[in-house]
């Protein structure tokens, strides 16, 4: 593969992940990929210098084939191998299908015993998987596009009172919501700065009757009903108590206290219901007290856990903000996007991203099962980025 900027010879680029965006380092500049696309694009570059590189047509684009193959391989660097696994995924985007299986809505209406369910989202395969904590598929729907019912790299999960989902589809600038066996029911949202517009959306919850969705790009939190009508609008770009810089996982607690992590301040603040900033948990560091990226989050009890991405951790707070734990010492996690408890309380189960895979931790911290690995097949993953659990 030859830059398409300089010209010159690049075997296998090197990358860097910070929280969801990936860049691309050669000859010491960092460009920003634009997967969004078919051929991922280095932001900020002519236009005329974006043109897939020079391989056989059937064996597909350049660029994806390496990005791919980084995050699946990062080793397997020869030519042959990277055409393969290109044209390996160039096939597999006609091959996503909704699976109905006719036990799964009596699992998750009526779920016996501790054998849990989780609903992700498996981000770079654009679709959502439903396993049992045996790794065992459900359902699975979904497949790369913007037409309804397709994602373009989906980001975060919601399973609603009804049973069904709601999904946080990032690069398309929508949500959709979906029935309890996969099914498409409707979508509001397109790609602005406006009121009801997002740029670049992550985290969503919902909390009496109303959803409230991380407009990341735009730095602010929106509040819809349940219906997709616009109730409210806060946040704006800044560092002080307040504001917001690049929001990306809510949790809202009965009395409507709202927590939400931001990846760009590398914090998690705390807002009053009407969207006051109250306080503010951490800073940026590699400190076991501090955060780089935090990404998804949940609340147990008196503590926060959260998903520390650039610390590759996870690391447990007092709501007051004092650092008791860090699990994920020895290379455990690479990226980990979200983290949830099982109904009980005992499991803590992360979405271990550039792993591609969902690990379960015990009580104490300690892995006690994995589910997944990269792959295009139901039950494999591609960064997976959230999950919800009953």
């Known amino acids: 593969m030859n830059c398409l900027h300089c010209g010159s010879e690049i075997p296998m680029p090197d990358f860097i992940v910070d929280g969801d965006m990936i860049y691309l380092i050669h000859r010491g500049r960092r460009f920003l990929l634009d997967v969004s696309g078919e051929v991922p694009v280095l932001v900020g570059l002519p236009e005329e210098t974006l043109q897939p590189a020079n391989i056989p047509p059937d064996e597909g684009p350049a660029e994806e084939l390496i990005l791919k193959t980084y995050r699946g391989r990062p080793s ?101 919501k979906f029935t309890a066996t996969g099914e498409f029911e409707f979508e509001f949202g397109k790609q602005g700065s406006e009121p009801g517009e997002f740029s670049y959306l992550s985290g969503i919850f919902c909390h009496q009757e109303r959803i409230f969705v991380a407009d990341t790009l735009n730095h602010r939190l929106q509040i819809f009903s349940r219906e997709g009508e616009l109730i409210g609008i806060f946040g704006s770009f800044g560092e002080a108590t307040g504001r917001l810089n690049r929001p990306y996982g809510i949790v809202v607690e009965n009395d409507g206290t709202i927590w939400v992590t931001e990846l760009g301040n590398h914090r998690v603040q705390r807002f009053s219901p009407d969207g006051e900033g109250l306080s503010t948990i951490s800073s940026f560091g590699r400190q076991d007290e501090c955060l780089n990226s935090p990404a998804g989050l949940a609340l147990h009890g008196d503590e926060l856990v959260v998903a520390d991405s650039g ?4 690391k447990r707070f007092s709501r007051t903000g004092k650092f008791l734990k860090s699990y994920g010492q020895g290379g455990c996690f690479n990226t980990p996007m979200d983290v949830a408890f099982e109904p009980e309380g005992e499991g803590l189960w992360v979405a271990d991203s550039w792993n591609h895979r969902l690990v379960r931790l015990g009580p104490g911290g300690e892995v006690t099962s994995t589910i997944g690995g990269f792959g295009r097949s139901p039950g494999l993953f591609d960064t997976p980025t959230s999950m919800v659990i009953f």
């Open 76 to 176: 397997d660097s020869n030519a042959g191998s990277l055409r393969r696994e290109a044209a390996r995924h160039q096939r597999s985007q006609s091959e996503h299908k909704v699976l109905k299986n006719s036990p799964f809505q009596d699992q998750i209406i009526e779920n016996r015993g501790r054998n849990y369910l989780l609903a992700t989202v498996d981000s770079g395969n654009h679709r959502s998987q439903c396993l049992n904590t045996s790794g065992q598929v459900q359902l699975f729907f979904g497949g790369q596009g913007s037409s309804p019912g397709r994602f373009c790299y989906p980001k975060k999960i919601l399973r609603d009172r009804d049973c069904g989902f709601w999904i946080t589809d990032s690069r398309n600038c929508r949500i959709q």
């Open 311 to 314: 610390n590759h951790r996870v």
